[in-house]
């Protein structure tokens, strides 16, 4: 069993490659991309917590990390246009698109940790 914490919270996706986790991503060490440093918006090198739901909080009023701007729909509907690839348990979870312009899928319980755990604003 993975150490508390050590589940990916969101799974970034690009063209024709497996999905990274937001631990590589986030702490720029996938292909150096944000220049080897961690993103700005990230905790410690990984994707932020999502925010308590709140109507004006999150992509259509639903809990998301801070760092997220668009929703784009299911991620489902998104697989044959971008040539996505992601496990297909994750397709009815929104595409999102984040401050970096990543996309990203939640990998975390949809209340905002995993299978359940609701992060309250700090």
Do not use: H
């Amino acid at each position: 069993m993975p150490e508390r914490g050590a589940e990916p919270r969101a799974l970034f996706l690009f063209p024709d490659e497996p999905p990274q986790s937001d631990a590589e991503v986030c702490s720029g060490r996938y292909r150096n991309w944000l220049e080897g440093e961690p993103c700005p918006y990230s905790e410690a090198g990984r994707m932020p917590w999502p925010e308590s739901a709140d109507p004006e909080g999150g992509p259509e009023g639903e809990s998301a990390p801070r760092c997220v701007t668009v929703r784009l729909g299911r991620l489902s509907d998104w697989r044959a246009e971008r040539g996505l690839q992601f496990p297909r348990e994750l397709g009815s979870r929104p595409l999102l698109k984040c401050k970096q312009m990543f996309l990203l899928v939640l990998a975390i319980g949809r209340e905002g940790g995993p299978e359940g755990e609701v992060r309250r604003n700090r």
